[in-house]
Each structure stands twice: as C-alpha cells, then as structure tokens.
C-alpha cells in the first residue's frame, strides 16, 4: 500500500537500538521470572512455512501466526491484509511486527523498504531504513551479538491496553528462540500503538510500558502461535 500524501519529517529512530537497551534492563527483571510459564517448553525448530491467513473479515481471537510462519515482508503484509478493524485485527497485526522486527540476522533492505512503503502510519517519527543500517542487536542484550535468533509467539501473550475506532495500543510478547531452540526462560514484549488508514492497520510507535513479567501475568495467550 504505497501512499501519496507527503509525510512531516521524521525524527531519528533510535527505538530499536536504544530502546533495545532499556529492554535489557526491563528484561534482566521481567524474562527471569519463574519457569512455571513454560515448564517443559516447546522446541521451534524447522524451516517456516505458510499458512494461509483467514479472510479478512473473519475476526476471530488472535492466533499469534497471522500471515504465515515466515519471518519477512510478505509475512507481514499478509498480515496487514488480513487483519480485521477490530482489537483482535490490532492484535495480530502487532504481532506480526513483532516477529518480524526482533530477529538476526536482520531483515535485508528489499524487506524493510517494502515493509517501511506499506505499514508506517502517516506522521510516525520511525524510520525503518536508518533503523536497521547498523546492523543491530535488537534482543535487547538477551542474545550475544551476532547470535541468530528469532522470537516465537508459541508462549507468546498480548495484551489490549486501549481501543476506541481508527486507534489500537496493544502490547505483545512472545519467547525467544536462539540458534533454533527456544529458551525456556527469556521473553520480550513491546507496546504498538496503531492506526486505520486506508483500509488496514498501520505503525504509528512502539513503547516499553510493560515488563515481561506484567504481561505475561494479565496478558491472554495466543491459541496458536508461531
């Protein structure tokens, strides 16, 4: 979903890098909590697939997988393409971003510009591009540098913070899954808040307004996930 309408200059996006270091010191108190959560967690290993996502009319409660099990652009614009104008809708396509943000390697640029074209809302600061040129660590300090990891939604949570229209904010968790094996401990979660415009979902910003351990503790799990 390209757009015309010219944008107000955006401020620099340190939220990935920066803010990925006050997810370290949120993170040192919220992913340590106590392994009841995720006794005998499920392994994610293998290659991801694709699942088709439910029309997008179809609301039903947010599964954690909307748009495939791909962690890349086309994942999350099938996403946004599916997502309702609902709070699941809202939901679901956070989730996707989610996935798709926190990850390393990184998105490669084809990915982040096609994800930058369709899903940042009008008047969002966030620059996707700047974001991801240094190559960073977005775990949050959970994961070594240069480590491959990727977040699964399969203990995820989430959490529908505020809702009214054309406004979502919502807050997402999932668990994270390092060099193929998901640690039975360490968690991110991350608050978007989201737009209707033109017909779908859109970015407008991401906060750190709760721990891990507050929303895995008040949140609702996926029934799915991914």
Known sequence: MMRAETRPPRRKWPWIVSGAALAALLVVGGVWFSANLTDKPPIVTGSPGTV????????????????GE?????????????????????????????????????????DVAAVEASVIALGSPYDLTAAYAGDPNTSGA?????????????????????????TATVTVGAGVVINGELHPTFRMAKTFTLDWEAGHWTFDQASLDRTTEELFSIGTPYTGGC
Request: glycine share 6%; aromatic share 10%.
């Open 52 to 67: 088709t996502p439910p029309p997008s009319n179809e609301d039903v409660v947010p599964t954690g997988c909307l748009g």
């Open 70 to 110: 791909a962690r890349d652009a086309a994942m999350v614009l099938a996403a946004q393409e599916a997502a309702p104008h609902t709070s699941n809708g809202a939901v679901e396509f956070a989730t996707a971003l989610m996935r798709w943000m926190h990850q390393y390697p990184v998105p490669v640029p084809e």
């Open 142 to 166: 959970l994961v070594p540098d240069g480590t491959p990891f990727y977040l699964s939604t399969v203990p995820g949570f989430w959490n529908l913070e505020s809702y009214a229209d054309d």
